[in-house]
């Protein structure tokens, strides 16, 4: 079994990045694919991106394609998202998950084994 913890959320401004860490215990990160999930108040946790065990193959939504990438330092446990060009609508709690095998196209949220508490984002107009 393995524990996440995300790091990193806070306060910006639209236009502003951040990036959120997501760290990794009591198995070693390399053999779970991550994700990035998000959930704003009143919605449904709904998928960002993820990224494969070994880093190669990356796969987002649409609507952070091109602004948030994913990568992943297993020798740090430690997973990443960078998230550019910050828009209001990106206000949410952020999550990470782990799951135990392929993750490309793996978008909804039951099908993933392990999830961090969340770490807050919000994002001023």
């Known amino acids: 079994q393995v524990q996440l913890v995300e790091s990193g959320g806070g306060l910006v401004q639209a236009g502003d990045s951040l990036r959120l860490s997501c760290a990794a215990s009591g198995r070693t990160l390399s053999s779970y694919g991550m994700g990035w999930f998000r959930q704003a108040p009143g919605k449904e946790r709904e998928f960002v991106g993820s990224?494969?065990?070994?880093?190669?193959?990356?796969y987002y939504q649409d609507s952070v394609k091109g602004r948030f990438t994913i990568s992943r330092d297993n020798a740090k446990n430690t997973v990443y998202l960078q998230m550019k060009s910050l828009k209001p609508e990106d206000a949410a709690v952020y999550y990470c998950a782990a799951r135990n095998g392929l993750v490309t196209g793996v978008t909804s949220t039951s099908s993933w084994d392990y999830w961090g508490p969340g770490t807050q984002v919000t994002v001023s107009s």
């Open positions: 990224i494969s065990t070994n880093g190669g193959v990356t």
